[in-house]
Structure formats: C-alpha cells, structure tokens
C-alpha cells in the first residue's frame, strides 16, 4: 500500500513514473553497495603476489599498502559485514554460548580474506575456553595480531 496524493492508504500508481530514471538510480545505489567476493579477494592476492599462507594480520596490512583505493572500499564494504558478525560472536561468547559464537565466525570466514585477524583471534578464544588449546594457538597463529600474539604467548 503506498499513500496517494490525498494522504489515503489505498493502493496508488503513479502515472508520472519514469522507468529509465528509477532504473539508472537503482543500477547507481547498486554499485555502491557493491563490495568484493572472496573470489576476487583471491585474486587481488595473487595481482600483488600475497600468500594466503602469511598471517591474517600480514595479509591485510600487505592489502592495505598495495591495492587501490577502489579495491580498498570494496574489501572495506565486506570487512564491515565481517565486523557485525564478530560483534554478535563476542556477545555469544559474554554470554557463554561458545556454539553460536563459533557458528558466527566460521561464516565470516567464509565472507573473504581481508580482516580474518579480528575473526580468528575471536575463534581463539572460542577454542581456549573450550579446552581446545591446540586449536586456540592455531587460530591465534593465524591471527597474528599484537593480541593473539600475547593470548598465545600466554596459553605457553
């Protein structure tokens, strides 16, 4: 229901629509809200010759001094979408549920390589607080952040 003119809730067409011009705004607002695909991720990695095999910490800093401005918004765009989803993992874990907060991070994962420090420093800590010690130093390894590298200098 859309209200007409008048201010009443009936069903309403606009006959001064013009399809062309909703159609170039719609192509336009998807474009900006358009960010990179962990395909293309990989692919920036291998244009600038990074190895997946380096820390997450490394890779993004590496990202970060190599690639354009343009490709920086795209991995930004995905990076905040990774983000909201570690927020709601450290509240599952505040809570002590350990299970959707692992759930959370292994999805961001899977949403591309750029920021994957935040997220495995975070399964660290899932994994230390499960007992699964050596699966916590691996996901702190992975990490590589001043932090993870202090909680595993700490796990011994």
Same mark, same amino acid.
């Given at each position: 229901?859309?209200?007409?003119?008048?201010? %009443?809730?009936?069903?309403?067409?606009?006959?001064?629509?013009?399809?062309?011009?909703? %159609?170039?705004?719609?192509?336009?607002?998807?474009?900006?809200?358009?960010?990179?695909?962990?395909?293309?991720?990989?692919?920036?990695? !291998?244009?600038?010759?990074?190895?997946?095999?380096?820390?997450?910490?490394?890779?993004?800093?590496?990202?970060?001094?190599?690639?354009?401005?343009?490709?920086?918004?795209?991995?930004?765009?995905?990076?905040?979408?990774?983000?909201?989803?570690?927020?709601?993992?450290?509240?599952?874990?505040?809570? #002590?549920?350990?299970?959707?907060?692992?759930?959370?991070?292994?999805?961001?994962?899977?949403?591309?390589?750029?920021?994957?420090?935040?997220?495995?420093?975070?399964?660290?800590?899932?994994?230390?607080?499960? #007992?699964?010690?050596?699966?916590?130093?691996?996901?702190?390894?992975?990490?590589?952040?001043?932090?993870?590298?202090?909680?595993? !200098?700490?796990?011994?």
């Amino acid at each position: 229901m859309l209200l007409t003119p008048s201010g %009443s809730a009936e069903p309403y067409i606009c006959r001064d629509f013009n399809i062309l011009q909703v %159609s170039a705004t719609l192509i336009f607002c998807a474009a900006q809200l358009s960010f990179m695909t962990p395909r293309q991720e990989r692919e920036l990695l !291998k244009k600038y010759g990074i190895s997946e095999e380096l820390s997450a910490e490394e890779v993004t800093q590496l990202l970060k001094k190599r690639a354009t401005q343009e490709e920086l918004e795209g991995l930004k765009k995905r990076y905040s979408r990774k983000m909201g989803y570690c927020a709601q993992a450290e509240q599952a874990l505040r809570e #002590g549920n350990l299970r959707r907060a692992e759930e959370l991070l292994e999805y961001a994962l899977g949403l591309g390589i750029y920021g994957n420090e935040v997220v495995y420093n975070l399964l660290g800590d899932v994994y230390s607080r499960r #007992g699964m010690l050596e699966k916590a130093r691996e996901c702190y390894r992975r990490s590589g952040s001043i932090e993870s590298l202090k909680k595993l !200098k700490n796990l011994g």
